[in-house]
Structure formats: structure tokens, C-alpha cells
């Protein structure tokens, strides 16, 4: 794309298009024209190393042959059919991923689609309050679960409410257990889960605002949770804490939501990211890598007594495209991909590579990349100022800027970019999720990538 046509283009997204989304993070925003692999391609033919695939949702790579086949095949015979009738992806998809949740959780449910995630978020709210008559939730302080109304409101950030009017449904957030900056300033080696215990406190009388002892009724219908933090900068609890949690809202009578949007289809190793700490969901909500990034699909699980007909019956909620017949035929095909080739081998083995190669990367940088940490291919690095540990936001931006300018330096002396994704309480944490079809060169690219920008800023 030449420059005049580039800049012709622009000119007519800033003036036509909204600039509500995150399009303008970056000025000026950046063009691409292509993908494939672990990569993006702008208009002059550079290729962008992607590190973030997508907010996690290409987690089998751009361009998927496999996927695509499906996804054309599908085109062919049945592109299009209203969700009032059945068709036979959808129910092989519900079938395989219920079956899932049963073999890693040993819960009987059932599938709900919908078409994206703060949608499915949606949906199990309705399912919440439906089973619990409840409309308060509890949620963590970093937690991200969406942008429309009611995702808004189990979301920690009040920045996505601040604009839209009193929520009188906001949840209570908890502190989560991010043990590089514990919020109560306690050390991990002999904590003794004090964040664990201070939420607890909160049940011991009914003047600690949630519990009503004589009626044994809590005022809060669900605790939703990630796993593993996602939009709050890929954070791993410490082992035993989600086992300690659910312990807790099982007495009281209080459901565990597990939203999986971001850390699902095996970004932390296992299917279900919840998985890896022995505690067992009421509700998983999904999608992003379901259907790898093609034709969108989300959608819910949850036990058998929450949503069977008799009590969450047609017409309970609804979306126009939620179980659309593209997005079930490569999801379909997602799953199956997953029978054939154990990712969950593939992804440990993937994430312990490239969180050494990452480490070794910190010990250059001791005291600019505070923390290296993740589980499976959900990794983080956290930038800080100098000490080790301050948050240091303007030189994380310096690095996501300069990995996108594309002048970089890679293999034979070819200009190259480096795509970044910035979370973190404190927007200097890079959360690292790239491809499952990452090779060795690609992790050893990367890195050096990373130092090139390092030493270009520091």
C-alpha cells in the first residue's frame, strides 16, 4: 500500500469511525495486511513476531490451514441458519465440550452458545440470579470480564464505568493473590494465605456486610473468577488458593464462576485452565481460541441443575447468531484437534521453554523486569523502574511503540516488528501468549527481539 493511500485511509477512520474501541492505543494506528503462523504483515511487507496472538484467541496460529479447509467447507453447505433450528455442529460441539468439563470435573452439564464473550458473561449472569435470586457478585480486584453493562460490573476497572451511569449492581472485589505485590504486603514463603483468610473474615459476623448468620444466606449470588488473571496481567495465584476459595463458597451457599474467555482451550495447559488448582467450577463461561479467531463463538457451561429446561427453559436469553453455524463447525474442528495432538503436553513443554528463555532475559535486566512468571504459554513480564519492583507504565509503552515502528532487526538482516499486548494493574506488564505452533527459532527470535528493543530504550 503506498503512503498517499495509507495516509487517505487514515484520514477517513478518523473521521468516519468511532474511536470507541482500542484502535488508538497507538497514534498512528498501524495497517496490516496479512497473517499467517506466529505472524502479521503491514503493507510493506514486514513481518510483526506476535507475541499476543490475538488477546490469546489465534492460539493455533493465523491463517490455519486446517481450520480454514473447515471453515470453507462449511460455507459451501450450510453457511447460514437461524438458531431456532438444530444443526449437527452444534450439538457435536456442545456434546464434546460438556464431555470435557465432565472428564476434568467430574460435573454432568450442559452448553449454551453465544457469540462473544462479554455475551456469555452476560448469560451467566441471568443464570445466576435465576438460580440464586441473587444480583450482587463478588469479583477480584484486577479481574476483567467484559464491556457491556453487566460485564462492566463484575470488571474491577471503574474506568469502563465511570462514564455510564450509577451501577447499583457493581460487585465487592476482593484482593487476588498476586504475590509479586501483595496488596496486605505479605511475602509468599509464609503468608499462610492471608488473603484467603481476610475473605473468610467476611463471613464471621454479619456486620462485615455480606452474611446473615440467623437465615445462613449470603447477600451475594456468585464469585467470578479467572483462573488466571487475564487483562490484569497474567497472573498465577499461588496452589491451594482456589481450592480454600471454592471450600468457602461452597458453605455458603455461593456459586463459582470460572471464566475462561481468555485462559480456555489450553493457554495454561490444561483445557480448562481451573484444572490446574483443584477446585471444581458451577458455572464456565468461554471463547476467544474456541473457534481460533474465525467467525466468533462463546458460550457457557453449567451444571445440570442450574440449566436444565425446568428451570432455565427456550427463550431464557437469546442472541440472533449465538450458536451459528460457522462458528460451531470450526470449533467442532478446534476440539477434535485436541483429541488428536495432546496440546496439553505441547503447551507445558512450549511455556517451560520460553519462560527460561524469558528468565535469562531478566537476569540482564534485573532491575527493569521485576517479575517473569506464568503456567503454560500464559507468561508475564513485568516492567519496573530501576528497583526491581516500582511500576514503570512510560517505559512499557516505549517498548510496545517501539516494537510496532518495524525497524527492528531479524534473521539475514531483514526489518522486522515485534507485537506486544500491555496489562497489569498498573499497564506495565507484557502478557505474553503466544502461538501453540511457536517453534524454538521463533522463542529464540523473540527474545532477542525483545533485548534489540531493550537496549534501544534503556
Known amino acids: 500500500m503506498a503512503r498517499s493511500n495509507r495516509n487517505a485511509l487514515l484520514a477517513k477512520e478518523k473521521k468516519y469511525c468511532s474511536w470507541g474501541d482500542t484502535v488508538h492505543y497507538l497514534e498512528p494506528p498501524k495497517f496490516f495486511e496479512r497473517c499467517s503462523g506466529s505472524y502479521l504483515y503491514d503493507d510493506q511487507g514486514v513481518g510483526y513476531l506476535d507475541l499476543q496472538m490475538w488477546y490469546s484467541a489465534a492460539s493455533f496460529g493465523y491463517a490455519n490451514e486446517r481450520l480454514a479447509r473447515v471453515l470453507k467447507a462449511q460455507i459451501d453447505r450450510l453457511p447460514q441458519l437461524a438458531c431456532q433450528y438444530l444443526h449437527r455442529e452444534k450439538v457435536e460441539l456442545a456434546e464434546i465440550l460438556a464431555k470435557s468439563v465432565e472428564r476434568l470435573f467430574g460435573q454432568q452439564g450442559r452448553i449454551h452458545f453465544n457469540v462473544g464473550g462479554a455475551q456469555a458473561v452476560e448469560d451467566s449472569l441471568k443464570l445466576v440470579r435465576s438460580h440464586t ?5 463478588f469479583a477480584f480486584w484486577g479481574g476483567y470480564h467484559g464491556r457491556t453493562l453487566g460485564a462492566s460490573a463484575i470488571t474491577s476497572s471503574y474506568r469502563y464505568r ?21 496488596p496486605y504486603g505479605k511475602k509468599k514463603a509464609d503468608c499462610g494465605m492471608y488473603c484467603l483468610a481476610q475473605f473468610e473474615k467476611l463471613f464471621e459476623t454479619e456486620y462485615n456486610g455480606v ?7 449470603a447477600e451475594y449470588g456468585a464469585f467470578y473468577v479467572e483462573a488466571i488473571q487475564g487483562t490484569g496481567g497474567y497472573v498465577v495465584p499461588p496452589q491451594g488458593y482456589f481450592a480454600g476459595l471454592s471450600r468457602i463458597l461452597k458453605k455458603h451457599k455461593i456459586l463459582l464462576v470460572d471464566d475462561e474467555i481468555q485462559m480456555g482451550f489450553y493457554r495454561a495447559g490444561k483445557l480448562w485452565a481451573m484444572a490446574n488448582f483443584e477446585a471444581v467450577p458451577d458455572i464456565i463461561v468461554f471463547g476467544k481460541a474456541l473457534t481460533n479467531g474465525l467467525n466468533p463463538i462463546s458460550g457457557i457451561w453449567a451444571k445440570e441443575e442450574l440449566i436444565n429446561p425446568k428451570v432455565f427453559p427456550p427463550g431464557s436469553t437469546h442472541s440472533t447468531f449465538s450458536s451459528n453455524t460457522l462458528g460451531t463447525a470450526v470449533g467442532l474442528e478446534v476440539m477434535k484437534m485436541g483429541q488428536k ?13 520460553m519462560l527460561e528463555r524469558l528468565r535469562a532475559l531478566q537476569r540482564s535486566y534485573p532491575n527493569v523486569i521485576g517479575d517473569v512468571d506464568g503456567m503454560g504459554l500464559a507468561l508475564r513480564l513485568e516492567i519496573c523502574a530501576g528497583d526491581g519492583y516500582t511500576p514503570d507504565r512510560a517505559l512499557a509503552d516505549k517498548i510496545f511503540e517501539e516494537g510496532m515502528k518495524g525497524n527492528l532487526k531479524g534473521p539475514r538482516g531483514k526489518r522486522m516488528g515485534l507485537v506486544l499486548d500491555i496489562g497489569g494493574y498498573y499497564k506495565n506488564v507484557f502478557t505474553i501468549a503466544p502461538s501453540f505452533e511457536i517453534t524454538e527459532k521463533e522463542m529464540d527470535l523473540s527474545v532477542d527481539l525483545l533485548d534489540q528493543i531493550l537496549r534501544r530504550v534503556i
Open 211 to 217: 452474611w446473615d448468620a440467623k437465615a445462613g444466606e
Open 133 to 137: 435470586k441473587k444480583n450482587l457478585m
Open 162 to 182: 465511570r462514564r455510564f451511569g450509577h451501577f447499583s449492581d457493581k460487585a465487592h472485589f476482593v484482593p487476588f493473590p498476586y504475590c509479586f505485590r501483595c
Open 341 to 353: 495432538k495432546d496440546y496439553e503436553k505441547v503447551v507445558v513443554a512450549k511455556g517451560r521453554a
